[in-house]
Every structure is written in C-alpha cells, then in structure tokens.
C-alpha cells in the first residue's frame, strides 16, 4: 500500500476516533443488556414466540429463541446492528469525501500530488477498519455482558454474527462512494443511501413474507446476509458481498474522478 | 486586449488556450488565454463573480474545462494533474480545513503526501507568521486560518504558488510579510499566480496584471507599462466650461497651483471595465 494511502488512512481514523466509542459503545451495551437478561425472560420469551406465526419469526430471524444466540441474533443482529453499522459506513466515507469538500480540506489535500482514486481506496479502507473496530467492541462488550450474566454466549458463533455484518455495512460505504460521485453534499449522499439501505431491508423483508414475491429479495444484500450466529458464516456470501463493495467502490472512485469538485 | 508575448527561452509555467468552463447554459469562463513564466508574479484582477476562482480551480484539475487547455509546466492539466501539483502550492480561496484539525496536523499530513520528512520551513513561516500551528484551525480567526493557509501552500518551496484571494482577512502587518515572502519566492524563481481584487497590493507586487470580466480575460498587460500607458492620460480635475491646458491653467492669473492627478491600478481597472461597459 503507498504511503499517502497509510497517510490518509491514518489521518481519516484519527479524525473519527470518537466514531469507536460513538457507535461502538451503543451497539456494545445495549447487546451486553440485550444478552444479560435472557437467562430471566428465557421462558416467558420461548413460550410468546411458539405463537407467532412462522412468517414473521423467519421474516425477522427470530427461530425459536430457545438459546442467548438465538436471541441475540433475533434482537441486535438481524435488524439493529446491521442498519447502524450500514449507516455508520456511509457516514465514515463521506466525510472524507463529500464532508471533505464542504469543509474545503479537499481542495488542500487536491492541491498535493495525491490521486482522486487513492483519496477514495483510503477512504474505502479506513471505514472498512473502523467498521471492524466497532463491531469488534460491540461483540467485546457483548460477551462481557454475557459472562457478567452467566448467560452462556458462545464466543465464537458471537463472533461470527458481528462479523458478518461487516461486508453488508462495508456495500454502503461502496454505495457511499458512488453517491459522491453524483453529490459532494454529505446530508444528499447520508440521505440517499441510508434511504437505500432500508429499502433493501423492506425488499428483503416483504420477499421473506411473501413467497411469490421472494424473487425479489435478489436485489437486496439483505438476502445473503444470513443467520452466521447461528449458522455460522457464509464464505461465499461474504467473500461476494465483500467484492461488491468493492465493485462499488471502484465505481464510485471512477466517477468521482470525473466530477468537478464544486467550490 | 493586449496579449503578451513572452520570449520563448523563457519556461512558460502556466500557459492556457481558449480555456473554458461553462455550467450549463451559465458561463464560468470563455477563452482565457493567458502565460505565466517562470520567476514571475502576475495577479489576476476582476470583481467576485469575474471567474478567477474558475480559472484557477481549471488550472488545478479540480474542475474540467469545458474546452480549451491548460499546460503547467509543460504537462497537461488533466492528464498529468498528480504530476503537476507536486511542483506547485495552492492556497484556495476562503480557505478551510475542518474545524477539530490543527494547523500542525494539517502540514504533517501534507508533508507527507509530498514525501517531505521535515517542517523546518513551515516551523519558520509559522513564526514570521506568528501563526498558531498547535489550536485548532476552527479555533481561529479567518487572518489566522488563513497564515496557516499560506503556510501549507509555501512549506515545499513551490515552483509555482497558485493563491486565489491571499490576503482575505489579514491585517496590514501580515499583509505586508505576505507581500515580502512573495518577493522572496520571486527571487527564488518561483512563479506566482494571484487572484485579487486588492488592486493597491497587486501593484505593488505583480510584474503583469490579467484583467478579467464576465469569464473573459480583457487585458493582459506589464503593470509598469499599464500604469506609465495610463499616466499619458492624466487626468486634471478641474472645473471649466471649455477644455485647457494645464499650462494655461497655470498662467492665469489668481491661481496659486494646478496639479497632474495620477490615476492608481485601481482607476486603470475601473477605465478598463467602463470602456467596455461603454462598447
């Protein structure tokens, strides 16, 4: 990797060094709550869900809820978690980019002999790092709140249902590139694409309800996102998700190479 | 307009054929034709709105032109933009950085996009500056973001300074050090592109002047030829039924003086854009 890549990759983390403790804690504690008190609602959760209709429970991942992974997955994982980190991921790269324009640092950092293209990778990569970190300190805290509770988390399939959120979050930060490419306002590029990621959600969602109409989940990266707490992780899922981030992404850099950068 | 015509041993640093910008069915700019040699400072002149800021963000790669070209150097705005700004340093118009950095990360970061391992200079310009490098740039005043502005365009030692408005808030103490440094970068042989409309500062440094209206450069001119063209046409205010001359003026009786009112760059400027108002 060049040096101006690690220069601007370091720089971008260190300017979203809160972002960690912003998203990360949130996600973190309210997953350690979230694991902390299934062992006293365990019952009363296991017999409301034997009602609900087998739909809505695959609809939203719930299972059977008979052990704490089930019900992380059914709580944090299937919905929440993924919808933060999605929109963390655009937040994180656009203000390299479109944020970087409004403030005007784009054009000091435009007038050095650096690439458009490396200042989109560096920006791709730093959010792809601080992703990793808050989810990590998510599953960290989460596994805290699980051995404060003794409620028998497993660590590893933890881990993996954190993880896999990571490609899926990462296509926004690609979807975000591309959205610089047409917009250098960070509220139109936020805006577009948190916009698109919740209508990828209802796609998926309405695909999983509806049979006839489960075709169209294939336009949403909801469909391989899976249940990898439980299942455990997807290679293929992941590896082809994560591709087409960074399909976007080199999309996304190619226009914005070819945009004017507005003063 | 007078076109200049520089010698062609000279190293043309920046040279621009018909560059234009349009916005639509908006003008930006339209043909301007313009070269700056090497070791010169040529100040480009008009009002806000004129297109120095479109010129200059074209000369910079950050906006495409419509038509025309722009060379730096010798190398192709567009196509060879990495190349050309390793040579060059800008300090944008209304300049910012984001509110948390200081101005110190701001140099770091940038030395080391250039390849540069130490501020030594910047540290020096800092302090000739009395530029704060350690608060952060949201912290501070629009005179002082801007010291650190000029600090970050001139820490490299440039072969070209590209400075769009570089003395917006500065106070006249520091305007005078920003008037010296680019002297001083003259005399290094560095060439200097500044937009203004601070027509007194522009006369006091330039070596040619661009005049520029409605997208459209309408005069390029030495200053020295401009101001000693302008002075052949005094002006004598003074209030008669018919023409006179001074002489006569100074001959009749009961008047104790008459005097030759010299017009400065800025009544020059002003002539320039009221004959073409008039055409």
Redesign the interface.
């Known amino acids: 990797m060049s ?2 890549v690690t ?2 990759i370091a ?1 971008h983390l ?2 979203r060094r809160r972002s960690l403790l912003a998203w990360g804690l949130p996600i973190g504690l309210m997953s350690a709550f979230i694991v902390a008190i299934f062992p006293s609602v365990e019952d009363s959760i296991s017999k409301a869900v034997e009602g609900y209709p087998e739909g809505l429970k695959e609809a939203f991942g719930i299972g059977q809820l008979s052990n704490v992974e089930q019900y992380l997955q059914a709580e944090m994982l299937s919905l929440i978690v993924p919808l933060a980190a999605g929109y963390l991921a655009v937040r994180a790269v656009a203000s390299g980019l479109s944020g ?1 324009a409004e ?3 784009l ?9 458009r293209l490396r200042l989109c990778v560096a920006g791709f990569l730093a959010t792809a790092v601080e992703l990793a970190a808050v989810l990590a300190l998510g599953w960290l805290l989460t596994m805290l709140g699980s051995a404060l509770a003794s409620a028998g988390l497993g660590a590893g399939p933890a881990a993996a249902g954190f993880a896999n959120v990571w490609p899926l979050a990462l296509l926004f930060a690609g979807l975000g590139i591309v959205a610089c490419g047409f917009s250098l306002r960070t509220s139109v590029v936020t805006g577009a694409v948190a916009g698109v990621l919740v209508a990828m959600y209802v796609i998926d969602l309405v695909g999983k309800l509806d049979s006839g109409l489960s075709g169209i989940r294939y336009a949403s990266v909801f469909r391989y996102y899976g249940n990898a707490i439980e299942e455990g992780i997807d290679p293929l899922a992941f590896a082809g998700v994560t591709a087409a981030a960074m399909g976007l992404a080199a999309l996304g850099a190619w226009l914005f190479e ?1 945009r ?4 | 307009m007078s076109v200049p015509s520089p010698t062609m041993s000279a190293m043309r640093v920046i040279e621009t054929e018909g560059l234009t910008k349009l916005y639509g069915r908006h003008r930006g700019i339209e043909g301007v034709t313009v070269a700056v040699e090497a070791g010169e400072v040529f100040g480009f002149l008009g009002p806000n709105g004129a297109g120095k800021t479109t010129t200059i963000r074209t000369l910079l790669d950050l906006i495409h032109p419509s038509a025309g070209r722009a060379l730096l150097f010798g190398l192709d705005s567009q196509r060879e933009s990495v190349a050309i700004r390793s040579r060059l340093g800008n300090l944008p118009g209304d300049f910012g950085y984001g509110r948390e950095a200081t101005g110190r990360e701001a140099l770091r970061l940038l030395a080391r996009l250039r390849g540069i391992d130490g501020l030594g200079r910047a540290e020096a310009l800092a302090q000739r500056f009395r530029a704060d490098l350690d608060r952060p740039l949201g912290q501070l005043s629009r005179g002082n973001r801007q010291k650190v502005g000029l600090i970050l365009a001139t820490f490299h030692e440039p072969e070209l300074l590209i400075l769009d408005e570089p003395t917006g808030g500065l106070d006249p103490l520091m305007q005078e050090e920003f008037l010296a440094l680019v002297a001083e970068e003259r005399e290094r042989g560095c060439a200097v592109f500044i937009s203004s409309h601070d027509l007194d500062e522009v006369e006091r440094v330039c070596d040619r002047v661009g005049i520029v209206k409605d997208g459209r450069v309408i005069a390029i001119e030495r200053v020295a030829d401009l101001l000693a063209k302008t002075q052949r046409r005094d002006l004598v205010e003074v209030e008669f039924a018919q023409p006179v001359e001074l002489e006569d003026v100074r001959a009749l009786s009961g008047v104790v003086g008459a005097e030759f009112a010299h017009p400065t760059l800025e009544e020059v400027f002003l002539g320039y854009y009221r004959e073409e108002e008039d055409e």
């Open positions: 040096s101006q220069a601007l720089t260190s300017d970087a403030s005007g640092r054009d000091v950092l435009l007038s050095a002999p650096v690439s070819r004017d950068i507005s003063a």
